[in-house]
C-alpha cells in the first residue's frame, strides 16, 4: 500500500482543515489511521477507522472536532477537523495497517504502511 496525504496548510483558530491521504492497493482491506507529530514532541495517536468504517477510535484530544472517514471506491482516507487549536500544530501521518484484515489498533506498532506526511499549522 502506497499512501499520499494532502491538505495540510495554515490556519487560524477555531477553523477547519480536512486532509486527505490517497492510497494504491488493496486499501479496502486495510484499517487506516492518522497520527502527528508536534514540533519536539513524540509522534501520537489521532484517530483510525476500520475496513468497512463503520467502526472509529478518536485520541481525547480530538474528540468531537475531528472525523474520520473513509471512501474505499476512491481509495480515499479523510481527516475532517474543526475547531482547530494551536496545539493541533503538527505534521499529520496517514498509515495503513501492517496486514490486511488487521485488528483496529490506536498503536503505531499496529501499523505498517506510512504516508509523507502534511504540515498542519493553526496560528492567527
Known amino acids: 500500500v502506497q499512501l499520499q496525504a494532502s491538505g495540510g496548510g495554515l490556519v487560524q483558530p477555531g477553523g477547519s482543515l480536512r486532509l486527505s491521504c490517497a492510497a494504491s492497493?488493496?486499501?479496502?482491506?486495510?484499517?487506516m489511521g492518522w497520527f502527528r507529530q508536534a514540533p519536539g514532541k513524540e509522534r501520537e495517536f489521532v484517530a483510525c477507522?476500520?475496513?468497512?468504517?463503520?467502526?472509529?477510535y478518536y485520541a481525547d484530544s480530538v474528540k468531537g472536532r475531528f472525523t474520520i472517514a473513509r471512501d474505499n471506491a476512491k481509495n480515499t482516507l479523510y481527516l475532517q477537523m474543526n475547531s482547530l487549536k494551536p496545539e493541533d500544530t503538527a505534521v499529520y501521518y496517514c498509515?495503513?495497517?501492517?496486514?490486511?484484515?488487521?485488528?483496529?489498533?490506536?498503536?503505531?506498532?499496529?501499523?505498517?504502511?506510512w504516508g509523507q506526511g502534511t504540515l498542519v499549522t493553526v496560528s492567527s
Open positions: 492497493g488493496a486499501f479496502s482491506r486495510y484499517v
Open positions: 498509515a495503513a495497517g501492517k496486514k490486511p484484515w488487521a485488528p483496529l489498533s490506536s498503536s503505531q506498532l499496529e501499523y505498517g504502511y
Open positions: 477507522i476500520s475496513v468497512s468504517g463503520s467502526t472509529k
